[in-house]
């Protein structure tokens, strides 16, 4: 079998496709996977194990993510739903934590104090709450009443953060 020299990803999209398949908007794929019924559960496996059966006769182990123990010598597999976004939570969090373990990454960041780097990901409203901003912190630490600075199309937004 190929190894492969870092940490590698491969999004299995369309979950919510699965025979029965019952939907919770962003939620996590394992969990999601864990409220199915016992027959959407097979029809996963099924395609699941015709995915790896693809893999491995390309020459490259897999796994599921939260069953992968050598993320080096096997690609992680992570059920996703692009409609439904389930499993983009447990993405997002894979790629960040493999990213922080490449020892090439980790000598490269350098965490300055009083400042921070972030990419926005998502700007949304939601009601109660009014315009949140989800973001992957890149360098630095931030903490509630930090104030920050963010590009804004009509110029600088200058807010605190508040949780």
Excluded at 1 to 28: H, Q
Excluded at 73 to 101: C, F, K, W
Excluded at 117 to 126: F, G, L, R, S
């Amino acid at each position: 079998m190929k190894k492969t020299k870092a940490p590698f990803v491969v999004a299995l999209n369309k979950i919510d496709r699965c025979y029965g398949w019952k939907s919770e908007k962003g939620i996590s794929s394992r969990f999601a996977l864990q409220n199915q019924s016992a027959e959407t559960k097979n029809d996963f496996d099924s395609k699941y194990k015709k995915v790896l059966t693809q893999l491995n006769e390309k020459g490259y182990n897999a796994a599921l993510y939260w069953e992968n123990e050598d993320p080096i010598d096997y690609i992680s597999l992570i059920p996703t739903s692009g409609i439904t976004a389930e499993g983009l939570p447990d993405l997002l969090g894979t790629i960040v934590e493999y990213s922080m373990t490449l020892e090439a990454i980790l000598k490269k960041i350098k965490i300055k104090k009083g400042r921070f780097n972030c990419t926005v990901m998502e700007v949304k409203m939601i009601e109660g709450f009014g315009t949140t901003v989800d973001c992957i912190l890149v360098d630095g630490a931030i903490k509630k009443e930090d104030q920050i600075v963010l590009l804004g199309f009509d110029g600088p937004i200058i807010t605190k953060v508040k949780a």
